[in-house]
């Protein structure tokens, strides 16, 4: 999707969309975000990519979205004078447990915790040792932005000694 129109606009009633896979690039210097809210509440994007010349990646008037594992400048989200909207930013965090010789642990305990020390994940390894956890990195309206990350990484298993790991997923 290019040129000179939004990649995707999002307007009035559009609520809980789902757009996965997409790669989005606008080039109007003026007129094309990569994602416009403009209105619309819950919509979700995962595992797309945006990139827009010119212009806000993404942008937010007052509708909400949640953008897991999107690759955008993050530092390219803008907001209309009057936004009373917002966007969640998070990200994959894929763990393999192992032992010391490098064999995969099953049934490890992975618990996530934010930087205020509120749990966001916690599951058990499968048999290859490996979960998959989405954490949020931030959530950002016109007036703020709140992080959420670094992140505690601990990993249990009996018989074995706790790992405690400090991550940053932004």
């Known amino acids: 999707i290019g040129g000179s129109a939004n990649g995707i ?24 975000y990569g994602v416009y ?9 995962i595992n ?3 990139t827009s010349t010119g212009v806000n990646d993404i942008r937010i008037k ?20 009057t936004a009373t909207g917002n966007i969640t930013v998070k990200w994959y965090l894929t763990t ?3 032992n010391t010789s490098g064999n995969n642990l099953q049934n490890a305990n992975v618990s996530v915790y934010n930087n205020s020390g509120t749990i966001q994940a916690s599951d058990l390894t499968d048999s290859n040792g490996i979960t998959i956890h ?3 990195d931030f959530i950002q309206d016109n007036n703020s932005k709140t992080y959420y ?15 405690s790991t400090t991550i940053n997923i932004s």
Do not use: C, E, R
């Open 96 to 98: 393999n447990v192992q």
């Open 134 to 136: 989405i954490l949020t």
């Open 48 to 50: 797309d990519n945006i």
């Open 9 to 32: 606009y999002i307007g009035t009633v559009s609520h809980n969309n789902v757009f996965s896979s997409n790669t989005l690039k606008t080039t109007h210097a003026t007129l094309a």
């Open 62 to 81: 007052i509708g909400s979205g949640t953008f897991t594992n999107v690759t955008f400048n993050v530092t390219d989200i803008g907001f209309d004078s």
């Open 37 to 45: 809210l403009n209105s619309g509440k819950n919509n979700t994007f």
């Open 149 to 163: 990350t670094p992140h505690i990484v601990n990993v249990t298993l009996a018989n074995y000694q706790t790992n």
